[in-house]
Nanobody, 128 residues
Framework: QVQLVESGGGLVQAGGSLRLSCAASGRTFSTSPMGWFRQAPGKEREFVATISWSSTITRYADSVKGRFTISRDNAKNTVYLQMNSLKPEDTAVYYC?????????????????????WGQGTQVTVSS
Protein backbone atom coordinates (compact mmCIF):
# COMPACT_ATOMS: atom_id res chain seq x y z
CA GLN A 1 0.00 0.00 0.00
CA VAL A 2 1.25 3.48 -0.87
CA GLN A 3 -0.12 6.72 0.54
CA LEU A 4 0.57 10.00 -1.23
CA VAL A 5 0.24 13.52 0.17
CA GLU A 6 0.65 16.56 -2.06
CA SER A 7 1.59 20.05 -0.89
CA GLY A 8 2.80 23.34 -2.30
CA GLY A 9 -0.25 24.51 -4.19
CA GLY A 10 -1.59 28.03 -3.94
CA LEU A 11 -2.45 31.25 -5.72
CA VAL A 12 0.15 32.80 -8.01
CA GLN A 13 0.16 35.46 -10.71
CA ALA A 14 0.73 34.57 -14.34
CA GLY A 15 4.43 34.21 -15.01
CA GLY A 16 5.12 33.09 -11.48
CA SER A 17 6.40 29.80 -10.11
CA LEU A 18 5.32 27.10 -7.69
CA ARG A 19 6.91 23.89 -6.50
CA LEU A 20 4.65 20.99 -5.69
CA SER A 21 5.79 18.15 -3.47
CA CYS A 22 4.35 14.68 -3.03
CA ALA A 23 5.41 12.68 0.00
CA ALA A 24 4.95 8.94 -0.27
CA SER A 25 4.79 6.21 2.31
CA GLY A 26 5.37 2.59 1.50
CA ARG A 27 8.34 0.43 0.67
CA THR A 28 7.77 0.36 -3.09
CA PHE A 29 8.27 4.07 -3.78
CA SER A 30 11.90 3.71 -4.85
CA THR A 31 10.95 1.24 -7.61
CA SER A 32 7.72 2.93 -8.74
CA PRO A 33 7.35 5.38 -11.58
CA MET A 34 5.61 8.53 -10.39
CA GLY A 35 3.34 10.90 -12.23
CA TRP A 36 1.60 14.23 -11.93
CA PHE A 37 -1.86 14.81 -13.35
CA ARG A 38 -4.23 17.74 -13.16
CA GLN A 39 -7.94 18.37 -13.39
CA ALA A 40 -9.52 21.72 -14.16
CA PRO A 41 -13.18 22.45 -13.36
CA GLY A 42 -15.47 20.78 -15.85
CA LYS A 43 -12.62 18.94 -17.54
CA GLU A 44 -11.21 15.44 -17.41
CA ARG A 45 -8.08 14.62 -15.47
CA GLU A 46 -5.05 14.92 -17.74
CA PHE A 47 -1.45 13.83 -17.74
CA VAL A 48 1.18 16.43 -16.84
CA ALA A 49 4.51 14.66 -16.23
CA THR A 50 6.04 11.35 -15.27
CA ILE A 51 9.41 10.14 -14.03
CA SER A 52 10.92 6.66 -13.96
CA TRP A 53 11.99 5.25 -10.60
CA SER A 54 15.63 5.61 -11.67
CA SER A 55 15.06 9.29 -12.60
CA THR A 56 16.69 8.55 -15.97
CA ILE A 57 13.54 9.19 -18.00
CA THR A 58 11.03 12.03 -17.74
CA ARG A 59 8.13 12.81 -20.03
CA TYR A 60 5.83 15.80 -20.22
CA ALA A 61 2.58 16.90 -21.76
CA ASP A 62 3.16 19.27 -24.67
CA SER A 63 1.31 22.01 -22.81
CA VAL A 64 3.90 22.12 -20.01
CA LYS A 65 7.08 21.11 -21.80
CA GLY A 66 9.86 23.61 -21.19
CA ARG A 67 8.04 25.16 -18.22
CA PHE A 68 7.57 22.28 -15.74
CA THR A 69 10.20 19.94 -14.35
CA ILE A 70 9.52 16.69 -12.52
CA SER A 71 12.12 15.24 -10.17
CA ARG A 72 12.32 12.81 -7.28
CA ASP A 73 14.38 12.04 -4.22
CA ASN A 74 14.08 8.35 -3.41
CA ALA A 75 15.91 8.81 -0.11
CA LYS A 76 13.13 11.17 0.99
CA ASN A 77 10.28 9.27 -0.72
CA THR A 78 9.29 12.51 -2.42
CA VAL A 79 8.52 13.58 -5.96
CA TYR A 80 8.46 17.22 -7.03
CA LEU A 81 6.94 19.31 -9.78
CA GLN A 82 8.64 22.64 -10.39
CA MET A 83 6.28 24.88 -12.32
CA ASN A 84 7.64 28.03 -13.95
CA SER A 85 6.10 30.62 -16.27
CA LEU A 86 2.66 29.68 -15.03
CA LYS A 87 -0.36 30.55 -17.13
CA PRO A 88 -4.03 30.93 -16.16
CA GLU A 89 -4.76 27.74 -18.10
CA ASP A 90 -2.55 25.85 -15.64
CA THR A 91 -5.21 26.41 -12.97
CA ALA A 92 -6.35 23.00 -11.72
CA VAL A 93 -6.16 20.52 -8.90
CA TYR A 94 -2.85 18.70 -9.22
CA TYR A 95 -2.57 15.06 -8.25
CA CYS A 96 0.46 12.85 -7.85
CA UNK A 97 0.21 9.17 -8.60
CA UNK A 98 2.26 6.04 -8.16
CA UNK A 99 2.29 2.86 -10.18
CA UNK A 100 1.88 -0.36 -8.22
CA UNK A 101 4.57 -3.01 -8.20
CA UNK A 102 8.05 -3.10 -9.64
CA UNK A 103 8.72 -1.45 -13.00
CA UNK A 104 11.68 -1.28 -15.33
CA UNK A 105 14.20 1.48 -14.70
CA UNK A 106 13.07 3.45 -17.75
CA UNK A 107 9.32 2.87 -17.53
CA UNK A 108 7.22 6.03 -17.61
CA UNK A 109 3.48 5.41 -17.75
CA UNK A 110 1.34 8.13 -19.33
CA UNK A 111 -2.25 7.06 -18.69
CA UNK A 112 -4.44 7.24 -15.61
CA UNK A 113 -5.20 3.53 -15.71
CA UNK A 114 -1.54 2.64 -15.21
CA UNK A 115 -1.40 4.28 -11.79
CA UNK A 116 -2.82 2.51 -8.76
CA UNK A 117 -2.29 5.08 -6.02
CA TRP A 118 -3.38 8.71 -5.92
CA GLY A 119 -3.01 11.64 -3.57
CA GLN A 120 -5.85 13.90 -2.50
CA GLY A 121 -4.74 16.74 -4.76
CA THR A 122 -3.53 20.29 -4.24
CA GLN A 123 -5.12 23.37 -5.79
CA VAL A 124 -3.09 25.59 -8.09
CA THR A 125 -4.67 28.86 -9.16
CA VAL A 126 -2.97 31.20 -11.61
CA SER A 127 -4.40 34.69 -11.90
CA SER A 128 -4.07 36.80 -15.03
Amino acid sequence: QVQLVESGGGLVQAGGSLRLSCAASGRTFSTSPMGWFRQAPGKEREFVATISWSSTITRYADSVKGRFTISRDNAKNTVYLQMNSLKPEDTAVYYCAAKAGYSGAAYTPLTIREYAYWGQGTQVTVSS
